[in-house]
């Protein structure tokens, strides 16, 4: 018996199991391979084994450093207000209200669509010249001339931001949401007979029982803002003056536009290595929490 | 006393009402100001202030898009009529390959993911938790970290430029999420009546096709929509394993179209347009599986 159900098992594993190998564990090795000799494209021919001669020339480079700035920038202001608006939005969405509903469909439009859409539509909104945002504090009179969002460094990677809040904003808010339907409403309804207001009762319930989901959310959305992509080809293509050349975009025009796969392979090991720390920080402190 | 607190009762309304209102703005704003534009014509997009509305609305940009006539206000010599992105005239074309390629997909991944979650959530066999743990392993590497391999792969079995290439792909993105997600769907079923059939003799797979999957029905729909939408908006890889229209898919079609310096404001908007409603369509329709599914996806997270 316990035979032919494993028999099935691995039966049933199988398609998948083959599909994975060939599209995983193959493309790591081949990218280890990579890494770790000389493979640069106008030079075809040329490709001794260099030991971590790419990954030092990765660590080395003016742009890696310059990226990371660019990249650390991005992620000061983009993750804080996701979490934010996530928390925000969530709340409203757990109120009993009808505008919760109208709510409720219309936050999963922007995660719906493609990051290349939102890209577009926000540098559309943010164009210098017809943008309608120029247009409309324009005639409100905030500003006196259009401004150049997209074309001046600094402005240029809050308009990035801006853009990725609108897309990954909603996406925290639903995870909030499920987070603060877990709390239950006896807590609250105690909480008012012994006196506590809104805001007691938020700081000394919602915070503390919310606070595991805070750490999910916080992890998943460090990854996504540090692995942004998509938005900055459309949007700024890294520009200007580098200001939102993020840090996979930098390792996309290494190997993209340098042609050098082997320094492209590195460094996107070394991209991975960081965000595996990161993640296993993150997962030890949300352990402590719990024990606390 | 109670005047009180019907007026603060109010207050609360009014204040719920205007955080949502503030909210619907921000999320809508962006799509509707798209939606404006694409009724707009160039001539009318190039002027200061915008106008919030369409002045003289047309549907010139959708006309030119199906059939390539030229839309009246680009059909003048000079600079608006070199605006004219060729490129806008592929976007049913990338629309049919999104469309293709994402439902197969998705298919193939309720299909596969229900057959190998449901021998995770049942069966007992020597190296499951190995397997498991390789297939959920498999995500953590970021995409751009195996760009180069996956094209070097995907040149080296003769599927660039082609439907399958990216399917392989994205199947390869999305089978472990689906995996994972539907074996916890079909642990928290009740196992009584798969344990009654399988007393009256019913095999593994009748048990599966029999009793599973109709009850992880909701499950299987998220599923679904899941694969759908990210294999409908994934960029990179589609931009990498792509050449001609044969094959591109939407994201890389609007994104050429829009990076390029000279392109037709309201060509770019019109395109969006037609992009966003496959994907808006399906998040209106499977908004609850959706929500109830990325739920569950991050309290296992």
Same mark, same amino acid.
């Given at each position: 018996?316990?035979?032919?159900?494993?028999?099935?098992?691995?039966?049933? #594993?199988?398609?998948?199991? %083959?599909?994975?190998?060939?599209?995983?564990?193959?493309?790591?090795?081949?990218?280890?391979?990579?890494? %770790?000799?000389?493979?640069? #494209?106008?030079?075809?021919?040329?490709?001794?084994?260099?030991?971590? *001669?790419?990954?030092?020339? $990765?660590?080395?480079?003016?742009? +890696? &450093?310059?990226?990371?700035?660019? &990249?650390?920038?991005?992620?000061?202001?983009?993750?804080?207000?996701?979490?934010?608006?996530?928390?925000?939005?969530?709340?409203?969405?757990?109120?009993?209200?009808?505008?919760?509903?109208? %709510?409720?469909?219309?936050?999963? #439009?922007?995660?719906?669509?493609?990051?290349?859409?939102?890209?577009?539509?926000?540098?559309?909104?943010?164009?210098?010249?017809?943008?309608?945002?120029?247009?409309? +504090?324009? *005639?409100?009179?905030?500003?006196? /001339?259009?401004?150049?969002?997209?074309? *001046?460094?600094?402005?240029?990677?809050?308009?990035? $931001?801006?853009?990725?809040?609108?897309?990954?904003?909603?996406?925290?808010?639903?995870?909030?949401?499920?987070?603060? *339907?877990?709390?239950?409403?006896? %807590?609250?309804? $105690?909480?008012?007979?012994?006196?506590?207001?809104?805001?007691?009762?938020?700081?000394?319930?919602?915070?503390?029982? +919310?606070?595991?989901?805070?750490?999910?959310?916080?992890?998943?959305?460090?990854?996504?803002?540090?692995?942004?992509?998509?938005?900055?080809?459309?949007? &700024?293509?890294?520009?200007?003056?580098?200001?939102?050349? +993020?840090?996979?975009?930098?390792?996309?025009?290494?190997?993209?536009?340098?042609? /050098?796969?082997?320094?492209? $392979?590195?460094?996107?090991?070394?991209?991975?290595?960081?965000?595996?720390?990161?993640?296993?920080?993150?997962?030890?402190?949300?352990?402590?929490?719990?024990?606390? | 006393?109670?005047?009180?607190?019907?007026?603060?009762?109010?207050?609360?309304?009014?204040?719920?009402?205007?955080?949502?209102?503030?909210?619907?703005?921000?999320?809508?704003?962006?799509?509707?100001?798209?939606?404006?534009?694409?009724?707009?014509?160039?001539?009318?997009?190039?002027?200061?202030?915008?106008?919030?509305?369409?002045?003289?609305?047309?549907?010139?940009?959708?006309? !030119?898009?199906?059939?390539?006539?030229?839309?009246?206000?680009?059909?003048?010599?000079?600079?608006?009529?070199?605006?004219?992105?060729?490129?806008?005239?592929?976007?049913?074309?990338?629309?049919?390959?999104?469309?293709?390629?994402?439902?197969?997909?998705?298919?193939?991944?309720?299909?596969?993911?229900?057959?190998?979650?449901?021998?995770?959530?049942?069966?007992?066999?020597?190296?499951?938790? =190995?397997?498991?743990?390789?297939?959920?392993?498999?995500?953590?590497?970021?995409?751009?970290?195996?760009?180069?391999?996956? !094209?070097?792969?995907?040149?080296?079995?003769?599927?660039?430029?082609?439907?399958?290439?990216?399917?392989?792909? !994205?199947?390869?993105?999305?089978?472990?999420?689906?995996?994972?997600?539907?074996?916890?769907?079909?642990?928290?079923?009740?196992?009584?009546?798969?344990?009654?059939?399988?007393?009256? @003799?019913?095999?593994?797979?009748?048990?599966?096709?029999?009793?599973?999957?109709?009850?992880?029905?909701?499950? =299987?729909?998220?599923?679904?929509?899941?694969?759908?939408?990210?294999?409908?908006?994934?960029?990179?890889?589609?931009? =990498?394993?792509?050449?001609?229209?044969?094959?591109?898919?939407?994201?890389?079609?609007?994104?050429?179209?829009?990076?390029?310096?000279?392109?037709? =404001?309201?060509?770019?908007?019109?395109?969006?347009?037609?992009?966003?409603?496959?994907?808006?369509?399906?998040?209106?329709?499977?908004?609850?599986?959706?929500?109830?599914?990325?739920?569950?996806?991050?309290?296992? @997270?």
């Amino acid at each position: 018996m316990a035979g032919r159900e494993s028999g099935y098992a691995y039966l049933t #594993l199988l398609p998948v199991l %083959l599909i994975m190998a060939a599209f995983s564990l193959y493309p790591i090795g081949y990218a280890l391979y990579l890494s %770790l000799h000389r493979e640069v #494209l106008t030079d075809p021919l040329n490709n001794p084994y260099v030991g971590f *001669q790419n990954f030092s020339n $990765a660590l080395h480079s003016y742009y +890696l &450093t310059s990226s990371l700035v660019s &990249t650390a920038a991005f992620m000061a202001m983009a993750v804080p207000s996701v979490m934010i608006f996530g928390l925000l939005a969530a709340l409203l969405l757990n109120e009993a209200f009808a505008g919760a509903r109208i %709510l409720r469909v219309a936050i999963l #439009l922007p995660w719906a669509m493609p990051a290349v859409v939102s890209g577009i539509v926000w540098r559309w909104m943010l164009n210098g010249d017809y943008g309608i945002l120029n247009s409309a +504090l324009f *005639q409100l009179g905030i500003i006196h /001339d259009y401004i150049p969002w997209l074309s *001046q460094p600094a402005l240029a990677r809050v308009g990035l $931001a801006v853009a990725h809040v609108w897309r990954e904003g909603p996406l925290a808010a639903i995870f909030f949401l499920a987070g603060l *339907q877990t709390i239950s409403p006896d %807590l609250y309804s $105690a909480a008012a007979v012994d006196g506590a207001g809104r805001v007691a009762a938020f700081r000394r319930i919602t915070m503390p029982l +919310l606070r595991p989901t805070i750490v999910i959310v916080l992890i998943y959305e460090t990854i996504v803002a540090a692995t942004t992509f998509d938005l900055v080809y459309v949007m &700024t293509g890294g520009g200007p003056a580098d200001a939102t050349s +993020l840090i996979s975009w930098y390792a996309y025009a290494e190997v993209f536009k340098f042609l /050098d796969l082997g320094t492209g $392979a590195a460094l996107a090991f070394l991209i991975a290595l960081v965000l595996l720390a990161v993640i296993i920080l993150y997962l030890r402190v949300l352990r402590s929490e719990e024990r606390r | 006393m109670t005047t009180y607190i019907a007026s603060r009762a109010f207050r609360r309304q009014a204040g719920l009402w205007a955080a949502t209102l503030v909210m619907l703005v921000f999320i809508l704003g962006p799509i509707l100001w798209m939606l404006d534009s694409s009724f707009q014509g160039e001539t009318e997009l190039l002027t200061r202030p915008s106008h919030l509305l369409p002045q003289q609305p047309t549907i010139a940009n959708f006309n !030119y898009i199906f059939t390539g006539a030229v839309p009246q206000g680009l059909n003048v010599r000079g600079t608006l009529r070199s605006r004219i992105s060729q490129e806008a005239r592929e976007v049913p074309a990338a629309l049919e390959n999104s469309a293709i390629i994402a439902l197969t997909v998705a298919l193939v991944n309720v299909a596969l993911g229900a057959l190998a979650a449901y021998t995770f959530a049942r069966l007992k066999f020597r190296g499951k938790s =190995l397997v498991f743990n390789f297939l959920l392993g498999t995500r953590l590497l970021p995409a751009i970290a195996v760009a180069i391999p996956y !094209y070097a792969i995907v040149s080296a079995l003769g599927l660039l430029d082609s439907y399958l290439g990216l399917i392989l792909v !994205y199947l390869t993105f999305s089978l472990p999420f689906t995996i994972w997600f539907l074996r916890d769907y079909i642990i928290s079923l009740p196992i009584d009546i798969e344990e009654a059939a399988q007393i009256d @003799g019913c095999s593994r797979l009748q048990l599966l096709l029999r009793i599973v999957l109709p009850l992880a029905a909701p499950g =299987l729909a998220a599923a679904g929509a899941f694969a759908f939408m990210s294999s409908y908006n994934e960029f990179l890889f589609a931009l =990498l394993l792509t050449q001609t229209i044969s094959s591109q898919t939407l994201p890389v079609i609007l994104s050429s179209v829009a990076t390029n310096p000279d392109a037709s =404001l309201a060509l770019i908007a019109t395109s969006v347009v037609l992009a966003m409603v496959p994907p808006l369509l399906f998040a209106i329709a499977f908004q609850r599986f959706l929500t109830r599914g990325l739920v569950a996806a991050l309290g296992k @997270g």
